[in-house]
């Protein structure tokens, strides 16, 4: 059983930072594709980022600039770095594996407040 576990969220002022943690417990972590949703109260789940298992990666426009996903195969993680934070950024995030089979992580809050 794939197991993703998420670290790194919290509270932080508009303009701070964030990053966000997803370690995976598969050996196999190279081939996966990994990225990030987020769902915030009342409104559906979006893709945030992703990166592929060749380090291409994607951003939702929402946060094209501010945001940027990484990964490092030898520790089997994945990163989510969030600068300029905006109060629309709040809610909470999930990391994800495609193996294709698609696991989650149990979530973490990022809240932005002023």
């Known amino acids: 059983q794939v197991q993703l576990v998420e670290s790194g969220g919290g509270l932080v002022q508009p303009g701070g930072s964030l990053r966000l943690s997803c370690k995976v417990s598969?050996?196999?972590?190279?081939?996966?594709?990994m990225g990030w949703y987020r769902q915030a109260p009342g409104k559906e789940r979006e893709l945030v980022a992703d990166?592929?298992?060749?380090?291409?990666?994607n951003y939702a426009d929402a946060v094209k600039g501010r945001f940027t996903i990484s990964r490092d195969n030898a520790k089997n993680t994945v990163w989510l770095q969030m600068n300029s934070l905006k109060p629309e950024d709040t809610a909470v995030y999930y990391c994800?594996?495609?193996?294709?089979?698609?696991?989650w992580g149990q979530g973490t809050q990022v809240t932005v407040y002023s």
């Open positions: 598969d050996r196999h972590f190279s081939i996966f594709d």
């Open positions: 990166i592929s298992s060749d380090f291409s990666k």
């Open positions: 994800f594996a495609v193996s294709p089979r698609t696991y």
